[in-house]
């Protein structure tokens, strides 16, 4: 079927305009002209019409127009197809120029676009920047919140710690020094205990080889002390030395008693029949005085001073007094003579006291806190 050049121009003309997006008012206006004029051309010129007014059989004079206005709209629909043809052509004609200007256009168009998005950007102003923008200051605002509390934590955590430790630190503290100090009584509580002990021992047993010999000085007697009296000895009973002995050393004094009682005599005669028992006598005072010397307390005086049990007293110093004939009480020493030391009762009642007495154990003296 044979087709008109008008509409191979109103086609092209159509894919033309599709190619050009950007033109959207002017496709559409072109398609409808397009439309009207393919359809009138299509009819009018093809056989189908031809046979349709052969077989009828109009009188042209009778198809006349009944009005002016019906013809002259005829003609203007024909005539505006001649000027959409015309146009057609003139667009093919064209076609490279126009196509260029609108991709030139379609480039202006979109780096106006993009410098506008620049200089808002520039401006701070861009909607999707500013979007973003709020997005991190959000986010930036709920991590500077998060590090203030867990500041916050840590503090409180690191003064609990500080707290804690302080105690811990007292409480040790305290407890290491009721230590020591326990420690150090129990120490010298044993020390105490051992030299009472040694002390106990020595006041038992005594060690001859610590009793040294008394020394006396010669001095001026002074005019306002009374004048020594002499002492009376008396006789240390035998009692007291046989229960101080051990056993060993009494089997030893009764063995050499044994031996020189029956040591034999070599000169004959009554004066030697005699004279052996006053031997056996005198042997017998010796082990006495053996025994007793044994027994003796360290006492002595020098430089005014008193030596009893390795401890010095001097004039002034409160004691207390016990013995076996007397009972124990508090006293002063007044005076410190050369064998004896006088003693101030607490009533104002004086007391002499010899050396021999406090060696002997019959006096004792201690110290008093005064």
């Known amino acids: 079927m044979h087709k008109p050049k008008s509409f191979y121009r109103s086609h092209n003309q159509l894919g033309f305009i599709k190619a050009c997006p950007s033109v959207v008012q002017l496709r559409e206006i072109t398609i409808e002209l397009s439309a009207v004029s393919f359809v009138k051309m299509s009819y009018f010129g093809s056989p189908l019409s031809n046979s349709y007014h052969y077989n009828r059989e109009y009188d042209f004079d009778d198809t006349k ?7 002259d709209q005829h003609d203007s629909r024909f005539d505006g197809s001649d000027e959409d043809t015309e146009d057609a052509s003139e667009t093919d004609t064209g076609h490279p120029e126009e196509q260029l200007e609108i991709k030139e256009q379609m480039y202006q168009d979109k780096l106006a676009t993009l410098k506008k998005k620049l200089q808002q950007l520039r401006d701070g102003t861009h909607p999707e920047y500013n979007k973003k923008v709020k997005k991190l200051e959000a986010q930036y605002h709920e991590r ?5 509390i867990y500041r916050e934590y840590m503090n409180e955590s690191i003064k609990r710690d500080y707290a804690l430790e302080i105690k811990a630190a007292a409480k040790d503290f305290e407890e290491k020094k009721i230590d020591l100090r326990e420690t150090l009584i129990s120490d010298l509580e ?9 002390r106990c021992s020595m006041e038992l047993t005594g060690d001859s080889m610590e009793v040294k010999p008394a020394m006396t000085r010669k001095l001026r007697r002074r005019p306002n002390e009374p004048i020594p009296l002499p002492e009376k000895r008396r006789k240390v009973p ?7 002995l051990d056993e060993k050393e009494m089997e030893n004094d009764l063995r050499l008693i044994r ?13 030697s029949s005699i004279s052996s028992p006053n031997h056996n006598l005198a042997n017998f005072s010796n082990l006495q005085s053996i025994s007793e010397h044994q027994n003796l307390i360290e006492t002595r005086i020098e430089d005014g001073k008193l030596l009893y049990e390795k401890r010095w007293f001097h004039r002034g110093q409160s004691i207390f007094v016990e013995g076996k004939d007397q009972p124990k009480m508090a006293a002063t020493i007044s005076a410190v003579a050369n064998d004896c030391i006088f003693v101030k009762k607490q009533n104002g009642e004086k007391v002499r006291f010899f050396l021999a007495s406090l060696a002997r154990g019959k006096v004792i003296i201690k110290r008093r806190a005064s």
């Open 65 to 71: 127009y009944d009005d002016e206005d019906d013809r």
């Open 259 to 271: 031996e020189k009682a029956f040591i034999p005599v070599r000169k004959v005669g009554e004066t």
């Open 190 to 198: 044993d020390k105490k205990r051992t030299i009472e002990t040694e």
């Open 238 to 244: 035998t009692a007291q030395i046989v229960y101080l």
């Open 144 to 148: 500077l919140n998060l590090n203030d």
